[in-house]
């Protein structure tokens, strides 16, 4: 299956480097509104160029479009790449207001083409090892989960001098001033729907404890550094998840059963060992064991690829996903009906201010663990 890219930033060179585990995806070029910055990216990577994203949703080649823009772009893009009658797979998140990406699920359902957005982590080994303990009831009925986002003081850390393998910085300025709630919730709000179901409401509250990042960076223009939210989801299950480019760097998560808890430490790391602490009585009080026992991987995290950074993720497996499920004529794991749920928890998140309570209107169809996480 074919596809080429539009936008050759900072993560683009990460989808490059995962490429090489899926030898059934082709990259037939790539596109960016910086001419130089697409030649660089081209040469580096020996990928063709286009001179622009007309020029690339016209080669008949194209059987899907990476959205690898900035975050204001994405909509403008993926609109114009269904119109095209290309499949989309784009960056997170669909689009900066829920009517975007309400209209390009939709365009894409009446176009008949499979829409679907990053991030993919909860099709990753440790996502999945940990789905498969709660289908397997290792830690009984599930009440509650805890999911942290947090990253540390990042504006005191030296960003302007992180690079890309290619030479591209980190797009700071976007990533501060779309805020850390829709750069990085998603990758545990990709996994908790698939595992307890639609959400059916959300309470939140997000903030700007920290104005001033630095010089270029208008403190008027900084979106929420902090968000808390409490996720209740159709099961009856509910999820505090906190995000902040503040705290501690701390990406784990814990799933409180009635006969255990279940934790892994970090969702950007598809190898994160998943444990198990089980409950028990003592003179009639419940206790949690001190011992931690890990739960086997469903398959193990051996990637043809590494790289630097603290995540270790495969980030062209979501392109994989919709390439197979193309190919396979079965629905996309990440449909864009899934894709539309989360952004909506992303923006009610992000958008809370000093406090709301809101319905959630999207839901979709069950998914399906991997094959390779399914009983035989």
Known sequence: MRFAIVGCGFVADL??????????????????????????????????????????????????????TNPVSHFDVTRASLEAGK????????????????????????????????????????????????????VGRVYLAYAEQDEGLVHRMPYRHWLSPSGVPWPYQDEFETGCTIEHAGYYLTWLPAFFGPARRVTAFSSCQVRDKGPGLPPEASAPDFSVAAI??????????????????????????????????????????????????????????????????????????????????????GVAELADSLEENRPCRLSARYSLHVNELVLAISGAGA??????????????????????
């Open 15 to 68: 989808y490059m480097k995962t490429l090489c585990a899926h030898p059934r995806l082709e990259v037939v070029g790539a596109t960016d509104r910086d001419p130089e910055r697409a030649a660089r990216f081209g040469s580096f990577h020996g990928v063709a160029t286009y001179p622009s994203l007309d020029a690339l949703l016209a080669d008949p080649k194209v059987d899907i479009v990476l959205n690898l």
């Open 87 to 138: 499949h989309v797979y784009s960056e997170k998140p669909l689009g900066l207001e829920l009517a975007q990406a309400q209209h390009v699920t939709e365009l894409a359902e009446r176009r008949g083409l499979r829409l679907s957005s990053a991030p993919c982590s909860l099709l990753g080994e440790t996502a999945q090892t940990v789905w498969k303990a709660l289908r397997d009831e290792r």
């Open 232 to 317: 209740e989801f159709a099961s009856g299950v509910v999820c505090r998840l906190t995000c902040s480019v503040i705290a501690n760097h701390d990406h784990s998560l814990r799933i409180f059963g009635e006969a255990g808890i279940l934790r892994t430490n970090d969702c950007w790391h598809y190898g994160s060992p998943v444990t198990i602490q089980r409950r028990f009585n003592i003179r009639r009080r419940a206790v949690v064991s001190p011992w931690k026992s890990r739960i086997p991987p469903v398959r193990k995290w051996d990637p043809p690829f590494h790289y630097r950074g603290a995540q270790q993720m495969d980030f062209c497996r």
């Open 355 to 376: 406090g709301i309570s809101k319905e959630i209107t999207s839901t979709f169809d069950p998914i399906e663990p991997m094959p390779w996480a399914s009983p035989a």
